[in-house]
């Protein structure tokens, strides 16, 4: 048996308001909409990963995702001209990381990150 996919599910009353966090800043594409379900995802090839955190590493809460880009200060610059609230960094992190913190329109805490 091998893991083929790990899917986030996120509770919302309000689908559509994905669209503009995950599709019109960060480039998502809108794979599936049935209405009561929207996905939004790429077709690159990507690891499968699950981390399970006591802390989210300098003092910060644990993010309920973590979405690495490959350039973490244009993310930061759409996330702002979009107008959602940066609450942590943009920090350089002793592990090898750039990283800041923001929450989607469903009070989610997301790490967006890039190695450096």
Do not use: C
Not at 26 to 47: E, F, P, R, V
Not at 74 to 82: I, P, S, V
């Amino acid at each position: 048996m091998k893991v083929q996919r790990i899917v986030a599910n996120i509770e919302t009353s309000d689908v559509a308001a994905a669209k503009r966090f995950y599709q019109d800043v960060l480039g998502l594409d809108m794979l599936m909409d049935l209405g009561w379900i929207t996905t939004y995802g790429s077709q690159a090839k990507m690891d499968v990963q699950v981390s399970f955190m006591a802390q989210g590493g300098s003092g910060t809460p644990v993010p309920a995702l973590s979405i690495e880009v490959d350039d973490v200060d244009a993310a930061l610059d759409a996330m702002k001209t979009a107008g959602f609230a940066i609450e942590y960094g943009p920090a350089d992190e002793p592990w090898g990381v750039r990283r800041f913190y923001v929450r989607d329109p469903f009070g989610r805490l997301i790490n967006i990150l890039s190695h450096r």
